[in-house]
């Protein structure tokens, strides 16, 4: 079992930044790959970013390419996921993910289902 808290949601003005982070305890984390989710008001939970849990090879939805940066922490048992440049569509519910132990490649690192573990969600709003 794996538990999973985020941190660091809030009110930003749109160009401005925030850090999420995600803290895991119950399993070792390098055992398991860690994404990051978002469901904004009436959409579905959509992909955001990954990290691979060997090489720290990371992924990213074309939507936040160039503007977020996901990253891991082993030692603290911590994902990052540093937010620039914010828009008011990335305003939504920011969930960390955990699993994706046997995915190779974006295609599987996208997908909810690769993803046993779920955090409760952090709040992100971007004013324009």
């Known amino acids: 079992q794996v538990q999973l808290v985020e941190s660091g949601g809030g009110l930003v003005q749109a160009g401005g930044s925030l850090r999420l982070s995600c803290v895991a305890s119950?399993?070792?984390?390098?055992?398991?790959?860690m994404g990051w989710f978002r469901q904004a008001p009436g959409k579905e939970r959509e992909f955001v970013a990954a990290?691979?849990?060997?090489?720290?090879?990371?992924y990213y939805a074309d939507s936040v390419k160039g503007r977020f940066t996901i990253s891991r922490d082993n030692a603290k048992n911590t994902v990052y996921l540093q937010m620039n440049s914010l828009k008011p569509e990335d305003t939504a519910v920011y969930y960390c993910?955990?699993?994706?132990?046997?995915?190779?490649?974006?295609?599987?690192?996208?997908?909810?289902?690769?993803?046993?573990?779920w955090g409760q969600g952090t709040q992100v709003t971007v004013s324009s």
């Open positions: 993910a955990a699993g994706g132990y046997y995915c190779s490649g974006y295609g599987c690192y996208s997908k909810r289902g690769q993803y046993d573990y």
């Open positions: 119950g399993r070792t984390f390098t055992s398991y790959a």
């Open positions: 990290i691979s849990l060997s090489y720290g090879s990371t």
